[in-house]
Nanobody
Framework: QVRLAESGGGSVQAGGSLRLSCVASGDDYSPACMAWFRQALGKGREGVAAIDRYGATTYADFVKRRFTISREYGENTMYLQMNSLKPEDTDMYFC?????????????????RGQGTQVTVSS
């Protein structure tokens, strides 16, 4: 069983930056796909960015040129560098892992997720 643990959330002003981390552990398993999603109370879940084991990335349009996803394969760790944050980026961010050949931003393609880390951006 893979366990995912996120960290790095916090409160920043608009225009600021945060770096989220996600560590996957357990079962000596390196996920084919890892991704970031976000969801707030009363809102739908949104895919933010995904990365496969070869480094190929996919981004949601609303974060392109602002967020960067990356992985450290030996550590099974994934990051999300978030720059130029906006108040509408305020959400609970969580990571997910899966074993599909193509990494999408559809949560149905992922096997497990972490508890999440809160990001709050004030204007």
């Amino acid at each position: 069983q893979v366990r995912l643990a996120e960290s790095g959330g916090g409160s920043v002003q608009a225009g600021g930056s945060l770096r989220l981390s996600c560590v996957a552990s357990g079962d000596d398993y390196s996920p084919a796909c890892m991704a970031w999603f976000r969801q707030a109370l009363g809102k739908g879940r949104e895919g933010v960015a995904a990365i496969d084991r070869y480094g190929a990335t996919t981004y949601a349009d609303f974060v392109k040129r602002r967020f960067t996803i990356s992985r450290e394969y030996g550590e099974n760790t994934m990051y999300l560098q978030m720059n130029s944050l906006k108040p509408e980026d305020t959400d609970m961010y969580f990571c997910a892992e899966g074993d599909r050949a193509i990494c999408t931003l559809d949560m149905d393609n992922y096997n497990s997720r972490g508890q999440g880390t809160q990001v709050t951006v004030s204007s």
